[in-house]
């Protein structure tokens, strides 16, 4: 038979959880690239503009 946890018990599981999952959200969004998306290029740098392929340097 399935044991039956407190509800006190079930709400401190349910806290823990959603602060592990807020945790989790803020360190992900953290992770993404330094510079804004639509921040110039450094210089000596050019960026492809929509529409027009990439080109490769070699």
Known sequence: MPVRFRTAERYARALAAAVAAVICLLLASN??????AG?????????PRLGEPASVQR
């Not at 992770?31 to 804004?36: C, D, E, F, I, N």
């Not at 921040?39 to 960026?47: D, K, L, N, R, T």
């Open 39 to 47: 921040s110039p290029a450094p210089a000596g740098e050019s960026a």
């Open 31 to 36: 992770a993404g690239p330094t510079a804004a």
